[in-house]
């Protein structure tokens, strides 16, 4: 990676990135980024209503990979409070699940396929925690 310039990494969808604790890059997705940087600074007013892209890198960053042992920060929520855009696993399911506006499916290098779920059940999230309150603050995840 190039110090001091955007990140060179590129996803294969939105979400994906979002699960990896990306936001949308300044340079080439700037309606994105100005849309993402308005809902973060809703959902947390302490970093300013138009918050700048180190002060969102350092709250993504910290809210993903534990510091000492470069583990992948989760948390527990339960399923129907998620929002759209938002990857979790569930308890006997084998990979990620991405929320969307008519369902939940299944992620894997094939593509997305459709999945069946009890919506009353407790999940572990996988999208770090202050990309899932800017999804809540009205950034909307979908094709």
Avoid: N
């Avoid at 534990?66 to 399923?79: N, V």
């Avoid at 998620?82 to 990857?87: R, S």
């Avoid at 308890?91 to 929320?99: A, H, V």
């Amino acid at each position: 990676m190039t110090p001091g310039k955007y990140t060179e990494l590129f996803f294969t969808d939105e979400a994906t990135s979002f699960a990896a604790g990306h936001r949308p890059c300044r340079q080439c997705r700037y309606d994105a980024y100005t849309r993402f940087q308005k809902a973060f600074g809703k959902a947390f007013p302490e970093h300013g209503e138009r918050p700048s892209a180190v002060s969102m890198d350092k709250a993504l960053h910290a809210s993903r990979i534990e510091r000492h042992s470069k583990q992948q920060i989760t948390f527990e929520a339960d399923l129907h409070s998620l929002p759209v855009g938002t990857f979790f696993v569930a308890s006997g399911l084998p990979r990620p699940i991405q929320k969307f506006s008519d369902g939940y499916k299944v992620w894997s290098f094939d593509g997305y396929a459709q999945i069946e779920l009890e919506s009353d059940q407790l999940v572990t999230v996988l999208t770090p925690y202050p990309s899932v309150q800017a999804f809540k603050a009205g950034y909307f995840v979908g094709p």
